[in-house]
Protein backbone atom coordinates (compact mmCIF):
# COMPACT_ATOMS: atom_id res chain seq x y z
CA UNK A 1 0.00 0.00 0.00
CA UNK A 2 1.14 3.46 -1.03
CA UNK A 3 2.10 5.85 1.95
CA UNK A 4 -0.01 8.65 2.98
CA UNK A 5 0.61 11.85 1.22
CA UNK A 6 0.80 14.76 3.91
CA UNK A 7 -0.63 17.70 3.54
CA UNK A 8 1.74 21.00 4.10
CA UNK A 9 -0.66 24.61 4.72
CA UNK A 10 0.63 26.95 2.42
CA UNK A 11 -0.67 30.90 2.21
CA UNK A 12 -0.80 34.00 -0.51
CA UNK A 13 0.80 36.97 0.73
CA UNK A 14 -2.38 38.83 0.17
CA UNK A 15 -4.41 35.78 2.75
CA UNK A 16 -1.32 36.01 4.67
CA UNK A 17 -2.27 38.86 7.23
CA UNK A 18 -6.07 37.91 7.61
CA UNK A 19 -5.37 34.34 8.72
CA UNK A 20 -2.82 35.70 11.22
CA UNK A 21 -5.50 37.75 12.53
CA UNK A 22 -7.61 34.52 13.94
CA UNK A 23 -7.72 33.38 16.89
CA UNK A 24 -4.71 30.94 18.09
CA UNK A 25 -2.66 31.78 14.91
CA UNK A 26 -0.55 33.70 16.82
CA UNK A 27 2.28 30.89 16.88
CA UNK A 28 2.87 32.19 12.94
CA UNK A 29 5.53 33.44 12.35
CA UNK A 30 4.55 37.59 11.98
CA UNK A 31 5.06 38.37 8.13
CA UNK A 32 4.53 36.08 5.16
CA UNK A 33 8.34 36.61 3.81
CA UNK A 34 9.56 34.94 7.09
CA UNK A 35 7.09 32.26 6.91
CA UNK A 36 7.27 31.46 3.48
CA UNK A 37 11.50 31.80 3.85
CA UNK A 38 10.45 29.03 6.48
CA UNK A 39 8.99 27.22 3.68
CA UNK A 40 11.25 26.92 1.59
CA UNK A 41 13.88 25.85 3.41
CA UNK A 42 11.48 23.07 4.83
CA UNK A 43 11.10 22.14 0.84
CA UNK A 44 14.30 22.13 0.04
CA UNK A 45 15.13 20.08 3.28
CA UNK A 46 12.54 17.51 1.78
CA UNK A 47 13.43 17.87 -1.53
CA UNK A 48 17.87 16.61 -0.01
CA UNK A 49 16.05 13.71 1.61
CA UNK A 50 14.58 12.78 -1.45
CA UNK A 51 10.81 12.88 0.60
CA UNK A 52 8.06 13.25 -1.49
CA UNK A 53 5.39 12.82 0.59
CA UNK A 54 4.28 15.68 1.15
CA UNK A 55 1.82 18.00 -0.98
CA UNK A 56 0.85 22.12 -0.57
CA UNK A 57 -2.40 22.79 0.11
CA UNK A 58 -3.84 26.29 -0.32
CA UNK A 59 -5.51 27.57 2.73
CA UNK A 60 -8.08 30.78 2.16
CA UNK A 61 -9.38 32.33 5.01
CA UNK A 62 -12.71 32.66 4.63
CA UNK A 63 -12.91 28.65 4.28
CA UNK A 64 -11.08 27.89 6.75
CA UNK A 65 -12.46 30.25 9.07
CA UNK A 66 -15.88 29.02 8.43
CA UNK A 67 -14.38 25.50 9.23
CA UNK A 68 -13.20 26.73 12.43
CA UNK A 69 -16.55 27.54 13.39
CA UNK A 70 -18.11 24.72 12.69
CA UNK A 71 -15.68 22.58 14.39
CA UNK A 72 -15.29 24.87 17.57
CA UNK A 73 -11.50 25.10 16.82
CA UNK A 74 -8.98 28.09 17.02
CA UNK A 75 -6.21 28.42 14.19
CA UNK A 76 -3.61 26.58 16.09
CA UNK A 77 -0.73 24.87 13.73
CA UNK A 78 -2.55 21.59 14.99
CA UNK A 79 -5.69 22.78 13.23
CA UNK A 80 -4.22 24.05 10.39
CA UNK A 81 -2.43 21.21 9.48
CA UNK A 82 -5.32 19.16 9.97
CA UNK A 83 -7.72 21.50 7.78
CA UNK A 84 -5.40 21.02 5.10
CA UNK A 85 -5.31 16.78 5.75
CA UNK A 86 -8.92 16.78 5.19
CA UNK A 87 -8.95 19.28 2.20
CA UNK A 88 -6.18 17.17 0.34
CA UNK A 89 -8.21 13.60 1.39
CA UNK A 90 -11.19 15.47 -0.03
CA UNK A 91 -9.73 16.32 -3.67
CA UNK A 92 -7.66 13.06 -3.71
CA UNK A 93 -11.08 10.77 -2.84
CA UNK A 94 -12.98 12.66 -5.47
CA UNK A 95 -10.21 13.05 -8.43
CA UNK A 96 -10.19 8.31 -7.45
CA UNK A 97 -14.48 8.44 -7.51
CA UNK A 98 -13.73 10.08 -11.15
CA UNK A 99 -11.07 7.86 -12.10
CA UNK A 100 -13.48 4.57 -10.71
CA UNK A 101 -15.97 6.05 -12.81
CA UNK A 102 -13.81 6.44 -16.08
CA UNK A 103 -12.99 2.80 -15.74
CA UNK A 104 -16.22 1.44 -15.39
CA UNK A 105 -17.57 3.05 -18.58
CA UNK A 106 -14.32 1.58 -20.05
CA UNK A 107 -15.17 -1.55 -19.06
CA UNK A 108 -18.83 -1.40 -19.91
CA UNK A 109 -18.10 -0.09 -23.34
CA UNK A 110 -15.91 -3.13 -23.73
CA UNK A 111 -18.36 -5.27 -22.87
CA UNK A 112 -20.85 -3.82 -25.09
CA UNK A 113 -18.74 -4.54 -27.97
CA UNK A 114 -18.20 -8.52 -26.89
CA UNK A 115 -21.43 -9.36 -26.70
CA UNK A 116 -23.17 -11.49 -29.27
CA UNK A 117 -25.64 -9.31 -31.31
CA UNK A 118 -29.25 -10.40 -31.40
CA UNK A 119 -30.13 -10.80 -35.25
CA UNK A 120 -34.61 -10.10 -35.20
CA UNK A 121 -35.29 -13.54 -37.56
CA UNK A 122 -38.55 -12.96 -39.60
CA UNK A 123 -39.28 -16.21 -41.33
CA UNK A 124 -41.01 -15.15 -45.33
CA UNK A 125 -44.95 -15.19 -45.70
CA UNK A 126 -45.88 -18.56 -47.54
CA UNK A 127 -48.32 -16.82 -48.94
CA UNK A 128 -46.34 -13.96 -50.74
CA UNK A 129 -43.62 -16.41 -51.32
CA UNK A 130 -46.09 -18.72 -53.18
CA UNK A 131 -48.17 -15.41 -54.86
CA UNK A 132 -44.34 -13.99 -56.36
CA UNK A 133 -43.71 -17.68 -57.90
CA UNK A 134 -46.88 -18.38 -59.37
CA UNK A 135 -46.58 -14.82 -61.15
CA UNK A 136 -43.14 -15.51 -62.24
CA UNK A 137 -43.91 -19.16 -63.72
CA UNK A 138 -46.99 -17.60 -65.72
CA UNK A 139 -44.94 -14.91 -66.97
CA UNK A 140 -42.51 -17.87 -68.16
CA UNK A 141 -45.08 -19.76 -69.77
CA UNK A 142 -46.84 -16.97 -71.07
CA UNK A 143 -43.41 -16.23 -73.16
CA UNK A 144 -43.16 -19.78 -74.09
CA UNK A 145 -46.11 -20.48 -75.30
CA UNK A 146 -45.65 -16.99 -77.05
CA UNK A 147 -42.36 -18.26 -78.81
CA UNK A 148 -43.41 -21.79 -79.39
CA UNK A 149 -47.16 -21.10 -81.09
CA UNK A 150 -45.89 -18.08 -82.54
Known sequence: MASKVRAIPVYTAKDYPRIRQLPGADDMPTTWEEWHTD????????????????AKVLVRPGKFKGWLD????????????????????????????RRELERMLIVERQQSYMRPRRVAYHPLNNGS????????????????AHHWLG
Open 39 to 54: FEASKAERLHRRDFTH
Open 129 to 144: FGLFHAVIAGLLFAWL
Open 70 to 97: ENSFSATEHTRQLYAQERLDSKRARQEG
